[in-house]
């Protein structure tokens, strides 16, 4: 199995490869780990399954043998060999060498699987936000992520992120795996989530997304100064008055149910 100590220090000797900072690879070395990541997609039979960086192929192995087709996205064309050289020459993997969040995702129904690279955490999120159709994503995370992916009301991690999972689907805290699970040991130990979707209105999602992310553009600010650029001051008061909501509310004070108000009343009336 890949996933384990032996296998990962045998392959860099071999191929001499090293883990590299810039890509966050620590690489898996618990099977029964890999397995249990894996086992929360739910795969059934001739599903099509997204891997982000996949390094050396831990959790592809596992995603490989649930008789699914799995395309591969890696960014690291070292890594990409050693894949190639592993799975080619199986007829449900396919490989794609660059970065993920340039490629062009055909619209198709995908589960999606990745152990996020702790800089791109967010980027990655988005842009899977951007994809049809998408109805489970398993993903793992250095713990620390934790507080602004389950961010609360009226704390300074609550954001348009913490906000659009409420609005696509359930989020849901699966298991921890201790940082001594993964080779080279990180500083942290991590966090695996599973996104289940329920909203497929992607052209929807983005335009709520980037209404989230103005109202929040200046946490200090109020909800309507942040807003008023977009659209008339009269129609945001408006909004707020409709909803029983202050004049002078800040962005972390309102809660997801009533964003999805303010957003249809103001984008259903002129700007």
């Not at 001739?46 to 649930?66: C, F, Q, T, W, Y």
């Not at 992916?149 to 201790?178: C, R």
């Amino acid at each position: 199995m890949i996933a384990s100590k032996e296998y990962v220090l045998k392959i860099l000797e071999k191929k001499n490869l090293f883990p590299k900072k810039q890509y966050s690879q620590n690489f898996l070395i618990n099977e029964e780990i890999a397995e249990k990541i894996v086992n929360l997609l739910e795969c059934k039979n001739n599903e099509k399954v997204i891997e982000i960086g996949p390094g050396l192929g831990a959790l592809s192995e596992i995603v490989i043998s649930k008789n699914v087709f799995l395309t591969a996205y890696e960014i690291d064309s070292r890594m990409c060999k050693h894949l190639n050289e592993t799975f080619s020459f199986f007829n449900n993997f396919s490989l794609i060498s660059g970065d993920f969040l340039k490629q062009d995702i055909k619209q198709d129904d995908y589960k999606v699987i990745s152990n996020l690279p702790y800089g791109l955490t967010t980027s990655i999120i988005e842009k899977i936000l951007t994809i049809k159709k998408i109805d489970k994503f398993v993903f793992m995370v250095q713990k620390e992520v934790e507080q602004r992916l389950f961010a609360k009301l009226k704390t300074k991690e609550y954001s348009p992120l913490s906000i659009m999972f409420q609005h696509i689907g359930v989020l849901k805290k699966e298991f921890y795996v201790n940082k001594k699970e993964f080779f080279p040991i990180p500083n942290v130990d991590s966090l695996v989530c599973s996104l289940t979707f329920y909203n497929q209105d992607v052209e929807e999602n983005i335009a709520f997304y980037k209404f989230l992310k103005k109202a929040f553009n200046m946490r200090r600010k109020t909800l309507i100064n942040n807003l008023s650029k977009e659209y008339y001051k009269e129609n945001i008061l408006k909004a707020l008055e409709e909803i029983n909501l202050e004049e002078n509310i800040r962005p972390e004070e309102i809660n997801y149910e009533n964003y999805w108000k303010i957003f249809h009343k103001l984008t259903t009336q002129d700007k």
